[in-house]
Protein backbone atom coordinates (compact mmCIF):
# COMPACT_ATOMS: atom_id res chain seq x y z
CA UNK A 1 0.00 0.00 0.00
CA UNK A 2 0.88 3.99 0.16
CA UNK A 3 3.35 5.07 2.42
CA UNK A 4 5.38 8.36 3.23
CA UNK A 5 9.02 7.25 4.80
CA UNK A 6 10.72 10.75 6.64
CA UNK A 7 13.86 11.43 8.02
CA UNK A 8 13.87 10.30 11.81
CA UNK A 9 14.14 13.31 14.33
CA UNK A 10 14.71 15.09 16.25
CA UNK A 11 16.91 17.98 14.12
CA UNK A 12 18.79 20.81 15.68
CA UNK A 13 20.46 23.14 13.77
CA UNK A 14 22.11 26.96 14.54
CA UNK A 15 20.33 29.76 12.98
CA UNK A 16 21.81 29.95 9.64
CA UNK A 17 22.24 26.82 8.66
CA UNK A 18 21.51 24.73 5.89
CA UNK A 19 18.13 22.44 6.20
CA UNK A 20 17.41 19.01 4.18
CA UNK A 21 14.86 16.61 5.55
CA UNK A 22 14.46 13.92 4.00
CA UNK A 23 11.02 12.08 2.58
CA UNK A 24 10.49 9.15 0.20
CA UNK A 25 7.14 7.64 -0.71
CA UNK A 26 5.81 4.83 -1.88
CA UNK A 27 2.11 5.12 -4.09
CA UNK A 28 0.32 2.87 -6.67
CA UNK A 29 -0.32 5.89 -8.76
CA UNK A 30 0.59 9.29 -9.59
CA UNK A 31 0.56 11.02 -6.36
CA UNK A 32 0.33 14.67 -4.94
CA UNK A 33 2.82 15.38 -2.50
CA UNK A 34 3.08 17.82 0.35
CA UNK A 35 4.71 19.62 3.22
CA UNK A 36 2.87 20.28 6.17
CA UNK A 37 4.49 22.30 9.38
CA UNK A 38 3.17 21.92 13.00
CA UNK A 39 4.02 24.43 15.24
CA UNK A 40 3.90 24.01 18.89
CA UNK A 41 0.32 24.30 20.41
CA UNK A 42 -1.11 24.41 16.53
CA UNK A 43 -2.80 22.42 13.85
CA UNK A 44 -1.30 21.61 10.91
CA UNK A 45 -0.58 24.32 8.00
CA UNK A 46 0.71 23.11 4.59
CA UNK A 47 3.96 24.50 3.37
CA UNK A 48 4.29 23.31 0.00
CA UNK A 49 2.67 21.04 -2.05
CA UNK A 50 3.49 19.57 -5.40
CA UNK A 51 1.23 17.53 -8.31
CA UNK A 52 3.35 16.16 -10.57
CA UNK A 53 6.93 14.52 -11.28
CA UNK A 54 9.36 17.72 -11.56
CA UNK A 55 7.37 20.16 -10.49
CA UNK A 56 8.86 22.35 -7.30
CA UNK A 57 7.11 23.15 -4.55
CA UNK A 58 8.58 26.67 -2.61
CA UNK A 59 7.12 28.73 0.24
CA UNK A 60 8.77 31.05 2.87
CA UNK A 61 12.40 30.02 1.89
CA UNK A 62 11.54 26.58 1.82
CA UNK A 63 11.79 23.84 -1.54
CA UNK A 64 11.00 20.48 -2.13
CA UNK A 65 11.17 18.82 -6.13
CA UNK A 66 9.00 16.03 -6.91
CA UNK A 67 11.40 13.33 -8.07
CA UNK A 68 9.81 10.30 -9.88
CA UNK A 69 12.82 8.50 -10.15
CA UNK A 70 14.08 8.63 -6.74
CA UNK A 71 10.35 8.60 -5.36
CA UNK A 72 11.00 12.01 -3.34
CA UNK A 73 10.01 15.51 -2.16
CA UNK A 74 13.10 16.14 0.11
CA UNK A 75 12.19 19.73 2.39
CA UNK A 76 15.17 22.18 1.76
CA UNK A 77 15.98 25.75 3.43
CA UNK A 78 19.16 27.43 2.28
CA UNK A 79 19.23 29.32 5.65
CA UNK A 80 16.89 28.37 8.52
CA UNK A 81 15.59 30.99 11.27
CA UNK A 82 14.44 29.93 14.99
CA UNK A 83 10.88 30.78 13.92
CA UNK A 84 11.19 27.75 12.17
CA UNK A 85 11.52 25.34 14.79
CA UNK A 86 8.48 23.25 14.07
CA UNK A 87 7.44 19.11 13.60
CA UNK A 88 7.59 18.85 9.53
CA UNK A 89 5.60 16.57 8.01
CA UNK A 90 5.49 15.06 4.58
CA UNK A 91 2.37 13.81 3.08
CA UNK A 92 0.99 11.95 -0.15
CA UNK A 93 -2.59 11.75 -1.90
CA UNK A 94 -3.27 9.18 -4.20
CA UNK A 95 -6.67 8.96 -6.23
CA UNK A 96 -5.46 5.66 -7.01
CA UNK A 97 -6.36 4.38 -3.65
CA UNK A 98 -9.67 6.16 -2.91
CA UNK A 99 -8.27 9.42 -2.09
CA UNK A 100 -6.48 8.58 1.50
CA UNK A 101 -3.86 10.87 2.90
CA UNK A 102 -1.01 9.31 4.01
CA UNK A 103 1.32 11.40 6.66
CA UNK A 104 4.96 10.43 7.35
CA UNK A 105 5.99 10.31 11.12
CA UNK A 106 6.94 13.95 11.50
CA UNK A 107 10.00 15.60 11.84
CA UNK A 108 11.05 17.78 14.86
CA UNK A 109 12.97 20.76 13.76
CA UNK A 110 14.73 22.88 16.79
CA UNK A 111 16.28 26.24 15.54
CA UNK A 112 19.03 27.61 18.05
CA UNK A 113 20.45 31.40 17.88
CA UNK B 1 -6.16 31.63 11.76
CA UNK B 2 -7.00 28.54 9.18
CA UNK B 3 -10.71 29.67 10.03
CA UNK B 4 -11.72 25.72 10.99
CA UNK B 5 -13.13 25.63 14.26
CA UNK B 6 -13.27 22.76 16.36
CA UNK B 7 -14.65 22.17 19.64
CA UNK B 8 -14.11 21.33 22.22
CA UNK B 9 -10.64 21.89 22.69
CA UNK B 10 -9.98 19.66 25.07
CA UNK B 11 -11.87 16.53 26.87
CA UNK B 12 -11.75 14.02 29.38
CA UNK B 13 -13.47 10.95 30.00
CA UNK B 14 -13.72 7.58 31.18
CA UNK B 15 -13.38 4.23 29.50
CA UNK B 16 -16.63 2.65 28.09
CA UNK B 17 -18.10 6.25 27.12
CA UNK B 18 -19.10 8.30 23.96
CA UNK B 19 -18.17 11.76 22.87
CA UNK B 20 -18.88 13.78 20.21
CA UNK B 21 -16.12 16.07 18.40
CA UNK B 22 -17.23 18.92 16.08
CA UNK B 23 -16.16 21.06 13.38
CA UNK B 24 -16.89 23.73 11.47
CA UNK B 25 -15.15 24.18 7.98
CA UNK B 26 -13.61 27.22 6.74
CA UNK B 27 -16.42 29.08 4.86
CA UNK B 28 -17.00 28.04 1.47
CA UNK B 29 -14.97 24.93 2.12
CA UNK B 30 -17.08 21.64 1.00
CA UNK B 31 -14.46 18.92 2.28
CA UNK B 32 -13.67 17.68 5.62
CA UNK B 33 -11.47 15.93 6.60
CA UNK B 34 -10.62 14.00 10.35
CA UNK B 35 -7.40 12.57 11.70
CA UNK B 36 -6.33 11.11 15.12
CA UNK B 37 -2.62 12.30 16.20
CA UNK B 38 -1.00 10.21 18.38
CA UNK B 39 2.54 9.57 19.92
CA UNK B 40 2.61 5.95 18.90
CA UNK B 41 0.52 6.06 15.69
CA UNK B 42 1.49 9.12 14.04
CA UNK B 43 -0.98 11.16 11.97
CA UNK B 44 -3.69 9.01 10.82
CA UNK B 45 -6.07 9.83 8.24
CA UNK B 46 -9.60 8.52 9.61
CA UNK B 47 -12.20 10.13 7.21
CA UNK B 48 -13.57 12.70 4.62
CA UNK B 49 -16.53 14.20 3.93
CA UNK B 50 -17.30 16.03 0.69
CA UNK B 51 -20.71 17.68 0.80
CA UNK B 52 -22.66 15.61 2.68
CA UNK B 53 -21.09 12.75 1.44
CA UNK B 54 -18.80 10.32 2.54
CA UNK B 55 -15.57 10.62 -0.32
CA UNK B 56 -12.95 8.31 1.97
CA UNK B 57 -12.24 6.09 4.42
CA UNK B 58 -9.02 5.49 6.42
CA UNK B 59 -7.95 3.65 9.24
CA UNK B 60 -11.74 4.56 11.05
CA UNK B 61 -12.38 2.35 14.01
CA UNK B 62 -15.90 0.58 13.70
CA UNK B 63 -16.35 2.49 17.37
CA UNK B 64 -16.01 5.93 15.72
CA UNK B 65 -18.39 7.44 12.90
CA UNK B 66 -18.74 10.79 11.46
CA UNK B 67 -21.25 12.66 9.56
CA UNK B 68 -21.47 15.65 7.83
CA UNK B 69 -24.86 18.05 7.84
CA UNK B 70 -26.34 20.68 5.39
CA UNK B 71 -24.96 23.68 6.96
CA UNK B 72 -21.37 21.23 5.92
CA UNK B 73 -20.60 21.29 9.75
CA UNK B 74 -19.19 17.71 10.74
CA UNK B 75 -19.14 15.66 13.76
CA UNK B 76 -17.08 12.94 14.64
CA UNK B 77 -18.14 10.49 17.33
CA UNK B 78 -16.61 8.20 19.38
CA UNK B 79 -18.08 5.33 21.54
CA UNK B 80 -17.19 2.37 24.02
CA UNK B 81 -13.83 4.33 24.42
CA UNK B 82 -10.80 2.67 25.46
CA UNK B 83 -7.58 4.51 27.18
CA UNK B 84 -5.45 4.01 23.34
CA UNK B 85 -8.54 5.94 21.70
CA UNK B 86 -6.14 9.22 23.95
CA UNK B 87 -4.98 11.47 20.74
CA UNK B 88 -5.20 14.77 19.54
CA UNK B 89 -7.70 14.88 17.27
CA UNK B 90 -7.69 17.18 13.84
CA UNK B 91 -10.66 18.26 11.64
CA UNK B 92 -9.11 19.86 8.23
CA UNK B 93 -11.18 21.29 5.41
CA UNK B 94 -10.37 22.01 1.92
CA UNK B 95 -12.27 23.71 -1.18
CA UNK B 96 -13.40 20.89 -2.91
CA UNK B 97 -13.23 17.04 -2.80
CA UNK B 98 -9.74 16.18 -4.54
CA UNK B 99 -7.04 15.49 -1.69
CA UNK B 100 -4.20 17.35 -3.27
CA UNK B 101 -6.27 20.21 -2.82
CA UNK B 102 -4.78 22.11 0.14
CA UNK B 103 -6.28 21.47 3.79
CA UNK B 104 -6.50 24.14 6.34
CA UNK B 105 -6.37 22.33 9.95
CA UNK B 106 -7.84 23.59 13.01
CA UNK B 107 -6.44 23.15 16.04
CA UNK B 108 -7.70 20.09 17.44
CA UNK B 109 -9.61 18.50 20.05
CA UNK B 110 -6.91 16.89 22.86
CA UNK B 111 -9.32 13.97 23.99
CA UNK B 112 -7.64 12.36 27.72
CA UNK B 113 -9.35 8.67 28.75
CA UNK B 114 -9.03 7.80 32.14
Not at chain 1, 35 to 62: C, H, I, M, R
Not at chain 1, 87 to 100: K, M, R
Not at chain 2, 39 to 59: M, P, S, V, W
Not at chain 2, 81 to 100: I, K
Amino acid sequence: GDSVTQMEGPVTLSEEAFLTINCTYTATGYPSLFWYVQYPGEGLQLLLKATKADDKGSNKGFEATYRKETTSFHLEKGSVQVSDSAVYFCALSDQNTGNQFYFGTGTSLTVIP
Amino acid sequence: DSGVTQTPKHLITATGQRVTLRCSPRSGDLSVYWYQQSLDQGLQFLIQYYNGEERAKGNILERFSAQQFPDLHSELNLSSLELGDSALYFCASSSGGQTYQPQHFGDGTRLSIL
